[in-house]
């Protein structure tokens, strides 16, 4: 498995700014993920963070409203800009194991709770 | 479009009762399955993956074909098993069910 921590773990902020949320693995990883979980609901793919490339978003995810970055192997940003309170949610990161073994199965942080107010 | 449904929103099962939490997916390739949870307060951890047929905290998952189905079975419910469980269907990107909460009454 791997250790997987998010920063911060939760957050209160205002209508119309932006929030960024760090994830960082000690471990060699092959893909990385962001999630979101609203309130009650199921986990929705964002996007997957590509290393020294764009992100893979989604249908109905868009990179201005959602930038993502991936400067190496273990770590991941994701903002969430010009925020309503339609993006309170939990935001997970997930990665997949580099190594045969993995059998594809993904690992998820802590996540992010954010409140927008 | 692959999908993932979980029909039931909660279950309540008394402890020491069979457990039955049901799956079915809809994908046109080979699909690979798990079972994730989320106990409360908790991260979302992985409890099965239907590939390695392995039996974790009395649990048990087998994939069906014909019906496309991954139900998740227990002979005997704890009170610890309560929590939020997943289905998911890796493609290998995991597109979730929308989750089950078990509720094991004492």
């Known amino acids: 498995s791997a250790v997987i921590s998010q920063k911060p773990s939760r957050d209160i902020c205002q209508r119309g700014t932006s929030l960024t949320i760090q994830c960082q693995v000690d471990s060699q990883v092959t893909m990385m993920f962001w999630y979101r979980q609203q309130p009650g609901q199921s986990l929705t793919l964002i996007a997957t963070?590509?290393?020294?490339?764009?992100?893979?978003?989604e249908s109905g995810f868009v990179i201005d409203k959602f930038p993502i970055s991936r400067p190496n192997l273990t770590f991941s940003t994701l903002t969430v800009s010009n925020m309503s309170p339609e993006d309170s949610s939990i935001y997970l990161c997930?990665?997949?194991?580099?190594?045969?073994?993995?059998?594809?199965?993904?690992?998820f942080g802590p996540g992010t709770r954010l409140t927008v107010l | 479009a692959q999908r993932v449904t979980q029909p039931e929103k909660l279950l309540s099962v008394f402890k020491g009762a069979p457990v039955e939490l049901k799956c079915n997916y809809s994908y046109s390739g080979s699909p690979e399955l798990f079972w994730y949870v989320q106990y409360s307060r908790q991260r979302l951890q992985l409890l099965l993956r239907?590939?390695s047929r392995e039996s974790i905290k009395g649990f048990t998952a087998d994939l069906n074909k014909g019906e496309t189905s991954f139900h998740l079975k227990k002979p005997f419910a704890q009170e610890e098993d309560s929590a939020m469980y997943y289905c998911a269907l890796s493609t290998p990107q995991l597109t979730f069910g929308k989750g089950t909460k078990l509720s094991v009454i004492p």
């Open positions: 997930s990665v997949r194991l580099a190594g045969a073994s993995s059998y594809n199965e993904q690992f």
């Open positions: 239907h590939i």
């Open positions: 963070a590509n290393q020294g490339s764009e992100a893979t978003y």
